[in-house]
Protein backbone atom coordinates (compact mmCIF):
# COMPACT_ATOMS: atom_id res chain seq x y z
CA UNK A 1 0.00 0.00 0.00
CA UNK A 2 1.60 3.34 -0.85
CA UNK A 3 0.58 7.03 0.20
CA UNK A 4 -2.23 8.35 2.00
CA UNK A 5 -3.38 7.48 5.42
CA UNK A 6 -4.66 4.29 7.07
CA UNK A 7 -8.54 3.65 7.24
CA UNK A 8 -10.60 6.27 8.98
CA UNK A 9 -13.47 4.18 7.55
CA UNK A 10 -15.86 1.86 10.65
CA UNK A 11 -18.23 -0.13 10.72
CA UNK A 12 -20.77 1.42 12.67
CA UNK A 13 -20.56 4.11 9.48
CA UNK A 14 -20.45 7.25 11.76
CA UNK A 15 -17.39 8.66 9.74
CA UNK A 16 -18.78 11.28 6.98
CA UNK A 17 -17.17 10.39 3.62
CA UNK A 18 -15.51 13.04 1.49
CA UNK A 19 -18.77 12.41 -1.17
CA UNK A 20 -20.74 13.65 1.66
CA UNK A 21 -18.41 16.97 1.55
CA UNK A 22 -15.54 16.54 4.07
CA UNK A 23 -12.74 18.38 1.96
CA UNK A 24 -9.47 16.52 2.44
CA UNK A 25 -6.96 17.68 -0.05
CA UNK A 26 -4.36 18.47 2.36
CA UNK A 27 -4.40 15.05 3.72
CA UNK A 28 -4.60 12.77 1.32
CA UNK A 29 -7.15 10.86 0.37
CA UNK A 30 -9.21 9.07 2.83
CA UNK A 31 -8.47 5.08 2.78
CA UNK A 32 -11.25 2.90 2.80
CA UNK A 33 -9.82 -0.15 4.39
CA UNK A 34 -11.71 -3.22 4.79
CA UNK A 35 -10.32 -5.47 7.47
CA UNK A 36 -11.57 -3.33 10.46
CA UNK A 37 -15.04 -3.89 8.67
CA UNK A 38 -13.94 -7.73 8.30
CA UNK A 39 -12.49 -8.27 11.71
CA UNK A 40 -16.10 -6.80 12.94
CA UNK A 41 -18.19 -8.85 11.34
CA UNK A 42 -15.30 -11.90 11.58
CA UNK A 43 -16.09 -11.56 15.76
CA UNK A 44 -19.51 -11.48 15.34
CA UNK A 45 -19.35 -14.75 12.83
CA UNK A 46 -17.29 -16.58 15.63
CA UNK A 47 -19.85 -15.98 18.14
CA UNK A 48 -22.79 -17.23 15.87
CA UNK A 49 -20.97 -20.38 14.34
CA UNK A 50 -20.37 -21.37 18.31
CA UNK A 51 -24.32 -20.80 18.55
CA UNK A 52 -24.63 -22.57 15.73
CA UNK A 53 -22.18 -25.62 17.33
CA UNK A 54 -23.95 -25.52 20.40
CA UNK A 55 -27.74 -25.87 18.93
CA UNK A 56 -27.16 -28.35 16.64
CA UNK A 57 -24.08 -30.16 17.73
CA UNK A 58 -21.95 -29.82 14.55
CA UNK A 59 -19.85 -27.25 12.75
CA UNK A 60 -20.57 -26.11 8.90
CA UNK A 61 -18.37 -26.74 6.47
CA UNK A 62 -17.55 -24.97 3.39
CA UNK A 63 -16.65 -26.69 0.29
CA UNK A 64 -13.95 -25.07 -2.13
CA UNK A 65 -13.70 -26.77 -5.16
CA UNK A 66 -10.27 -25.89 -7.05
CA UNK A 67 -9.83 -26.88 -10.71
CA UNK A 68 -6.01 -26.76 -12.01
CA UNK A 69 -3.16 -24.85 -10.04
CA UNK A 70 -3.84 -21.14 -10.72
CA UNK A 71 -1.85 -19.08 -8.73
CA UNK A 72 -3.48 -15.85 -7.66
CA UNK A 73 -6.73 -18.00 -6.93
CA UNK A 74 -4.80 -20.24 -4.75
CA UNK A 75 -3.94 -16.88 -2.51
CA UNK A 76 -7.11 -15.90 -2.23
CA UNK A 77 -8.26 -19.35 -0.97
CA UNK A 78 -5.75 -19.97 1.56
CA UNK A 79 -7.28 -16.80 2.76
CA UNK A 80 -10.46 -18.09 3.06
CA UNK A 81 -9.74 -21.64 4.63
CA UNK A 82 -7.84 -19.65 7.20
CA UNK A 83 -10.82 -17.41 7.91
CA UNK A 84 -13.46 -20.43 8.03
CA UNK A 85 -10.44 -21.79 11.00
CA UNK A 86 -10.86 -18.48 12.63
CA UNK A 87 -14.57 -18.01 13.13
CA UNK A 88 -14.74 -22.23 13.45
CA UNK A 89 -15.79 -22.82 10.15
CA UNK A 90 -14.69 -26.68 8.56
CA UNK A 91 -13.08 -25.61 5.07
CA UNK A 92 -12.73 -28.38 3.04
CA UNK A 93 -10.29 -27.77 0.18
CA UNK A 94 -11.73 -29.94 -2.82
CA UNK A 95 -8.55 -30.09 -5.47
CA UNK A 96 -9.39 -31.27 -8.90
CA UNK A 97 -7.32 -31.93 -11.77
CA UNK A 98 -7.70 -29.42 -14.62
CA UNK A 99 -8.45 -32.58 -17.00
CA UNK A 100 -11.84 -33.53 -15.17
CA UNK A 101 -14.50 -33.57 -17.62
CA UNK A 102 -17.65 -31.21 -17.29
CA UNK A 103 -19.61 -34.64 -16.36
CA UNK A 104 -16.92 -36.01 -13.66
CA UNK A 105 -16.85 -32.24 -12.06
CA UNK A 106 -20.40 -31.96 -12.24
CA UNK A 107 -20.97 -35.54 -10.08
CA UNK A 108 -18.26 -33.98 -7.29
CA UNK A 109 -20.87 -30.71 -7.30
CA UNK A 110 -23.98 -33.18 -6.70
CA UNK A 111 -21.82 -35.14 -4.11
CA UNK A 112 -21.17 -32.39 -2.44
CA UNK A 113 -25.06 -30.90 -2.47
CA UNK A 114 -26.23 -33.97 -0.72
CA UNK A 115 -23.75 -33.96 1.74
CA UNK A 116 -25.26 -32.79 4.97
CA UNK A 117 -22.26 -31.60 6.37
CA UNK A 118 -21.38 -29.41 3.58
CA UNK A 119 -23.45 -25.50 4.01
CA UNK A 120 -21.87 -23.69 1.29
CA UNK A 121 -19.73 -24.46 -2.33
CA UNK A 122 -17.92 -21.90 -3.80
CA UNK A 123 -16.12 -23.25 -6.93
CA UNK A 124 -13.07 -21.44 -7.61
CA UNK A 125 -12.81 -19.58 -11.11
CA UNK A 126 -11.68 -19.31 -13.86
CA UNK A 127 -12.35 -22.99 -15.07
CA UNK A 128 -10.36 -24.67 -18.13
CA UNK A 129 -11.99 -23.97 -21.13
CA UNK A 130 -12.82 -27.42 -22.14
CA UNK A 131 -15.99 -26.99 -19.18
CA UNK A 132 -18.79 -24.95 -20.12
CA UNK A 133 -19.00 -22.48 -16.97
CA UNK A 134 -23.07 -22.58 -17.41
CA UNK A 135 -23.02 -26.64 -16.70
CA UNK A 136 -21.25 -25.90 -13.30
CA UNK A 137 -23.24 -23.53 -12.20
CA UNK A 138 -26.54 -25.14 -13.32
CA UNK A 139 -25.48 -27.84 -10.70
CA UNK A 140 -24.27 -25.72 -7.25
CA UNK A 141 -27.85 -26.75 -5.24
CA UNK A 142 -29.21 -22.81 -4.97
CA UNK A 143 -29.33 -23.42 -1.35
CA UNK A 144 -25.52 -23.88 -1.13
CA UNK A 145 -24.37 -21.37 -3.80
CA UNK A 146 -23.64 -18.82 -1.54
CA UNK A 147 -21.28 -16.85 -3.28
CA UNK A 148 -24.92 -15.95 -5.47
CA UNK A 149 -23.75 -17.54 -8.88
CA UNK A 150 -26.33 -19.57 -9.72
CA UNK A 151 -28.81 -18.54 -11.74
CA UNK A 152 -31.38 -18.50 -9.28
CA UNK A 153 -29.31 -16.70 -6.91
CA UNK A 154 -28.75 -13.73 -9.98
CA UNK A 155 -32.69 -13.74 -10.87
CA UNK A 156 -33.74 -12.96 -7.08
CA UNK A 157 -31.13 -10.15 -6.66
CA UNK A 158 -32.10 -8.80 -10.05
CA UNK A 159 -35.63 -8.68 -8.88
CA UNK A 160 -34.56 -7.31 -5.26
CA UNK A 161 -35.17 -10.10 -3.24
CA UNK A 162 -33.50 -12.22 -1.05
CA UNK A 163 -31.24 -14.74 -2.21
CA UNK A 164 -26.99 -15.01 -2.04
CA UNK A 165 -25.35 -11.84 -3.01
CA UNK A 166 -21.95 -12.53 -5.02
CA UNK A 167 -19.62 -11.64 -2.18
CA UNK A 168 -17.33 -9.36 -3.91
CA UNK A 169 -19.70 -7.20 -5.33
CA UNK A 170 -21.92 -7.62 -2.07
CA UNK A 171 -18.32 -6.11 -0.37
CA UNK A 172 -17.61 -3.51 -2.76
CA UNK A 173 -21.33 -1.49 -1.66
CA UNK A 174 -20.53 -2.58 1.90
CA UNK A 175 -17.23 -0.47 1.74
CA UNK A 176 -19.48 2.48 0.66
CA UNK A 177 -22.35 2.31 3.35
CA UNK A 178 -20.00 1.15 6.34
CA UNK A 179 -17.89 3.80 5.57
CA UNK A 180 -20.88 6.58 5.90
CA UNK A 181 -20.85 7.31 2.20
CA UNK A 182 -24.00 8.11 0.55
CA UNK A 183 -24.90 6.32 -2.66
CA UNK A 184 -28.50 7.88 -3.39
CA UNK A 185 -29.23 10.06 -6.00
CA UNK A 186 -25.40 9.81 -6.57
CA UNK A 187 -23.17 9.50 -10.30
CA UNK A 188 -22.51 5.57 -10.22
CA UNK A 189 -20.28 4.36 -12.88
CA UNK A 190 -18.91 0.65 -13.16
CA UNK A 191 -16.35 -0.77 -15.23
CA UNK A 192 -16.75 -4.14 -15.22
CA UNK A 193 -20.00 -6.03 -16.11
CA UNK A 194 -18.93 -9.95 -15.48
CA UNK A 195 -21.60 -11.48 -13.75
CA UNK A 196 -19.68 -12.37 -10.32
CA UNK A 197 -18.74 -8.80 -9.78
CA UNK A 198 -19.77 -5.65 -12.19
CA UNK A 199 -23.17 -6.26 -13.29
CA UNK A 200 -24.17 -7.42 -9.19
CA UNK A 201 -22.72 -4.43 -8.03
CA UNK A 202 -24.12 -2.37 -10.24
CA UNK A 203 -27.41 -3.95 -9.24
CA UNK A 204 -26.61 -3.83 -5.38
CA UNK A 205 -25.91 0.23 -6.37
CA UNK A 206 -29.20 0.41 -8.23
CA UNK A 207 -30.75 -0.45 -4.92
CA UNK A 208 -29.36 1.90 -3.35
CA UNK A 209 -30.72 4.24 -5.12
CA UNK A 210 -27.50 5.95 -6.93
CA UNK A 211 -27.91 6.55 -11.12
CA UNK A 212 -25.48 4.00 -12.76
CA UNK A 213 -23.99 3.26 -15.55
CA UNK A 214 -21.74 0.36 -16.58
CA UNK A 215 -18.89 0.23 -18.74
CA UNK A 216 -16.99 -2.68 -20.60
CA UNK A 217 -14.79 -3.27 -22.91
CA UNK A 218 -16.29 -2.05 -25.96
CA UNK A 219 -16.94 1.42 -24.12
CA UNK A 220 -15.51 4.08 -26.39
CA UNK A 221 -13.29 7.00 -24.79
CA UNK A 222 -13.77 5.47 -21.21
CA UNK A 223 -12.40 9.06 -19.55
CA UNK A 224 -15.57 10.56 -20.63
CA UNK A 225 -18.09 8.27 -18.42
CA UNK A 226 -15.55 7.96 -15.30
CA UNK A 227 -14.95 12.02 -15.19
CA UNK A 228 -18.80 11.99 -14.42
CA UNK A 229 -19.00 9.52 -11.68
CA UNK A 230 -19.20 10.84 -7.99
CA UNK A 231 -18.83 7.02 -6.99
CA UNK A 232 -16.56 4.94 -8.95
CA UNK A 233 -16.44 1.33 -8.84
CA UNK A 234 -13.37 -0.60 -10.83
CA UNK A 235 -14.00 -4.18 -11.75
CA UNK A 236 -11.95 -4.76 -14.58
CA UNK A 237 -9.05 -6.79 -13.82
CA UNK A 238 -6.59 -4.35 -15.68
CA UNK A 239 -3.79 -2.84 -13.82
CA UNK A 240 -4.02 0.91 -14.17
CA UNK A 241 -6.70 0.87 -16.23
CA UNK A 242 -8.00 4.28 -14.80
CA UNK A 243 -5.74 6.92 -13.66
CA UNK A 244 -5.82 10.02 -12.08
CA UNK A 245 -6.42 12.35 -15.68
CA UNK A 246 -10.04 10.06 -16.05
CA UNK A 247 -11.43 11.08 -12.72
CA UNK A 248 -13.22 14.26 -10.99
CA UNK A 249 -11.49 15.83 -7.69
CA UNK A 250 -13.50 14.90 -4.99
CA UNK A 251 -14.75 10.95 -6.33
CA UNK A 252 -15.03 8.26 -4.03
CA UNK A 253 -13.21 4.92 -5.91
CA UNK A 254 -13.98 1.27 -4.96
CA UNK A 255 -10.81 -0.43 -6.51
CA UNK A 256 -12.30 -4.06 -7.03
CA UNK A 257 -8.84 -5.35 -9.20
CA UNK A 258 -6.75 -7.79 -8.06
CA UNK A 259 -3.77 -8.33 -10.15
CA UNK A 260 -0.24 -9.83 -9.69
CA UNK A 261 2.26 -7.66 -11.34
CA UNK A 262 6.60 -7.39 -11.18
CA UNK A 263 7.95 -4.44 -8.66
CA UNK A 264 10.49 -2.33 -9.71
CA UNK A 265 12.67 -4.95 -7.69
CA UNK A 266 11.38 -7.57 -9.88
CA UNK A 267 9.26 -8.79 -6.96
CA UNK A 268 5.49 -9.70 -7.56
CA UNK A 269 2.79 -7.66 -5.54
CA UNK A 270 -0.63 -6.79 -5.70
CA UNK A 271 -2.14 -3.78 -7.36
CA UNK A 272 -5.78 -2.66 -8.19
CA UNK A 273 -7.34 -1.43 -11.42
CA UNK A 274 -6.83 1.93 -10.53
CA UNK A 275 -3.36 3.79 -10.71
CA UNK A 276 -2.96 4.71 -7.22
CA UNK A 277 -0.20 6.96 -7.52
CA UNK A 278 -2.20 9.51 -10.15
CA UNK A 279 -5.29 8.81 -8.72
CA UNK A 280 -4.60 9.58 -4.97
CA UNK A 281 -4.41 13.57 -4.90
CA UNK A 282 -7.68 13.75 -6.87
CA UNK A 283 -10.02 11.59 -5.29
CA UNK A 284 -11.72 12.18 -1.60
CA UNK A 285 -11.81 8.32 -0.82
CA UNK A 286 -9.93 4.96 -2.47
CA UNK A 287 -10.11 1.78 -1.49
CA UNK A 288 -6.54 0.26 -1.01
CA UNK A 289 -5.14 -3.03 -3.31
CA UNK A 290 -4.27 -4.83 -0.99
CA UNK A 291 -6.67 -4.34 2.01
CA UNK A 292 -9.63 -2.98 0.39
CA UNK A 293 -12.73 -5.08 -0.81
CA UNK A 294 -10.51 -8.15 -0.52
CA UNK A 295 -10.98 -8.82 3.25
CA UNK A 296 -14.28 -7.69 3.32
CA UNK A 297 -15.39 -10.04 0.56
CA UNK A 298 -14.42 -13.37 2.48
CA UNK A 299 -15.96 -11.88 5.54
CA UNK A 300 -19.33 -11.37 3.98
CA UNK A 301 -19.27 -14.58 2.44
CA UNK A 302 -18.62 -16.61 5.49
CA UNK A 303 -22.24 -14.66 6.86
CA UNK A 304 -23.73 -16.25 4.16
CA UNK A 305 -22.42 -19.23 4.80
CA UNK A 306 -24.09 -19.20 8.49
CA UNK A 307 -27.17 -18.05 6.72
CA UNK A 308 -26.58 -21.03 4.70
CA UNK A 309 -26.33 -23.65 7.22
CA UNK A 310 -28.82 -22.52 9.50
CA UNK A 311 -31.79 -22.79 7.05
CA UNK A 312 -30.43 -25.97 6.24
CA UNK A 313 -30.48 -27.18 9.89
CA UNK A 314 -33.38 -26.02 10.38
CA UNK A 315 -35.33 -27.42 7.67
CA UNK A 316 -33.52 -30.80 8.31
CA UNK A 317 -34.84 -30.70 11.91
CA UNK A 318 -38.38 -29.65 10.34
CA UNK A 319 -38.50 -32.08 8.01
CA UNK A 320 -37.44 -35.26 10.79
CA UNK A 321 -40.63 -34.05 13.01
CA UNK A 322 -42.66 -34.98 10.20
CA UNK A 323 -41.20 -38.06 9.48
CA UNK A 324 -39.58 -36.90 5.98
CA UNK A 325 -36.19 -39.20 6.13
CA UNK A 326 -33.87 -37.59 3.98
CA UNK A 327 -33.35 -34.03 1.98
CA UNK A 328 -34.94 -33.56 -1.09
P1 LIG B 1 -13.76 -10.57 -15.62
O1 LIG B 1 -14.77 -11.66 -15.57
O2 LIG B 1 -12.55 -10.74 -16.45
O3 LIG B 1 -14.53 -9.26 -16.11
C1 LIG B 1 -13.84 -8.08 -16.38
C2 LIG B 1 -14.80 -7.03 -16.85
O4 LIG B 1 -14.06 -5.85 -17.11
C3 LIG B 1 -15.53 -7.40 -18.13
O5 LIG B 1 -16.87 -7.00 -18.06
C4 LIG B 1 -14.77 -6.60 -19.21
O6 LIG B 1 -15.58 -6.17 -20.28
C5 LIG B 1 -14.32 -5.40 -18.42
N1 LIG B 1 -13.10 -4.85 -19.01
C6 LIG B 1 -11.97 -5.50 -19.31
N2 LIG B 1 -11.08 -4.66 -19.87
C7 LIG B 1 -11.68 -3.45 -19.95
C8 LIG B 1 -11.29 -2.19 -20.46
N3 LIG B 1 -10.09 -1.99 -21.02
N4 LIG B 1 -12.17 -1.17 -20.37
C9 LIG B 1 -13.39 -1.36 -19.81
N5 LIG B 1 -13.81 -2.55 -19.30
C10 LIG B 1 -12.97 -3.58 -19.38
O7 LIG B 1 -13.25 -10.19 -14.16
P2 LIG B 1 -14.04 -10.25 -12.75
O8 LIG B 1 -14.16 -11.65 -12.28
O9 LIG B 1 -15.25 -9.41 -12.84
O10 LIG B 1 -12.97 -9.55 -11.81
C11 LIG B 1 -12.61 -8.19 -12.01
C12 LIG B 1 -11.45 -7.85 -11.10
O11 LIG B 1 -11.86 -8.02 -9.75
C13 LIG B 1 -10.23 -8.76 -11.28
O12 LIG B 1 -9.05 -7.99 -11.07
C14 LIG B 1 -10.36 -9.75 -10.15
O13 LIG B 1 -9.12 -10.27 -9.73
C15 LIG B 1 -10.96 -8.87 -9.09
N6 LIG B 1 -11.68 -9.63 -8.05
C16 LIG B 1 -11.52 -9.20 -6.79
C17 LIG B 1 -12.17 -9.85 -5.78
C18 LIG B 1 -12.04 -9.32 -4.37
O14 LIG B 1 -12.40 -9.99 -3.43
N7 LIG B 1 -11.54 -8.09 -4.21
C19 LIG B 1 -12.95 -10.97 -6.03
C20 LIG B 1 -13.14 -11.36 -7.35
C21 LIG B 1 -12.49 -10.68 -8.37
P3 LIG B 1 -16.31 -7.19 -21.31
O15 LIG B 1 -17.49 -7.72 -20.57
O16 LIG B 1 -16.67 -6.34 -22.45
O17 LIG B 1 -15.30 -8.25 -21.62
Redesign the pocket.
Known amino acids: MSGGREATATATGATPGPADGVATATEGPRLLAGSPIAAQIRAGLTTDFAAFKERWGYAPTLAVVMVGANA?SAV?LQQILRTCEKVGVKGRLVEIGSDVTADALCNEIERLNGDPAVAGIIVQ??LPAHIPLHTVIDSIDPAKDIDGIHPRNAGLLSLGYDGFLP??AQ??VEILKRSGIEIAGKRVVV?????????PAALLLLREHGTVSI?????RD?GQYTRDAEILV??????G?VTGEMLSPGVVVVD????VVAGVDGAERLV??VDFESAKDIVSAITP?PG???????ALLLTHLMRAATNQAESRAARAKVGVGHDA
Open positions: PYMPATAAVGRSNVVGKLHSKTLVAAGRPLVGINGDVGVGPLTN
